[in-house]
């Protein structure tokens, strides 16, 4: 017996003897590794500082002599991008709503005028005309000094829907005033920015476009369209003095009773979204929504999909 014992714990020595390189280098791949991913952590938390916190803190300007007097908003009845459009008429800039039906924005305009000393103009333009409702924004932005553009799509606050239960003629729709017009409105606006080597192009879509969700298809496709059209603008015009940025918010309440740290009134989020304005071109505009995404992000879609067949039945 002891014979075997002592045999057991020579071959057990001789195979930690020749092993033992192994052991070393694995330790030395988990130790990379380990300070890898310790290097990325670090890069994350100074990003975050960088766009969201050092910006609030050191303001680079005014926000007029950087871009323009003037911002063009698309889709402003929906509460961010009212929300948006009044952070910039905080800061002196006047505004032209770009909309469909122009009662939506009439007590938001007559309210910047009123409060901030502004001038508003509306514009009732519905884009499914083609060319006639590209003169009359045309004719609108004549003379001005064009310094912002906001598209912001008009689905964020639809509720889940399958897309075989929207009808033909709103799927068109939906895809005019969220794709198409949104596009024609950069096509409008960037001649004059090029022309004066300044300006920003600003696109709201929303977090939709990081993981697909259930009764989401159209505003998931909306919003990955607005977010890669965003970085290919930015790759074709930043070396014009163009600055174009991407935001996909999270959720944004518009109802006092479901605010909360994750779900920012529109005011707070356009606060903190101004503030990134020639930081980042493409970000989530507010610092709890950037970790939700870094969260997501760490999560496999196949997992992110079952998760939602699990809970959402």
Known sequence: ???????FHLLYREISRSCNSYFE????IGALYAASRGVVLLRDCC?????HFLPRMMPSGRLTQRYGDWAVIYGAAEPVAGAYAEELARSGIS??????DGSSVRNTASFLSQTYGVETTIVTADFSLGQAAAKLVTEALRGKDIGFLVNCMDEMSASPRSLIKIPEQG??????????????MVRLVLPGMVERSRGAVVNISSGACCRP???RVTLSAFTGYLDNFSRALHFEYSNKGIFIQSLIPFQISSSSSGQGWFAPSPAVYARHAV???GVSNRTTGYWPHTLQYGLMKCIPEWIWVLGFWVLLG
Do not use: K
Request: proline share 0%; glycine share 8%.
């Open 213 to 215: 969700r259930r009764g």
């Open 171 to 184: 799927v068109l729709d939906r895809v005019n005033r969220n794709v198409g017009a949104a596009t024609l």
């Open 47 to 51: 990003m975050v500082a960088r766009v």
């Open 25 to 28: 280098a694995l330790a030395l």
């Open 275 to 277: 503030s990134t304005l």
């Open 95 to 100: 505004i032209i709503f770009i909309t469909q």
């Open 1 to 7: 017996m002891a014979a075997g014992v002592d045999s």
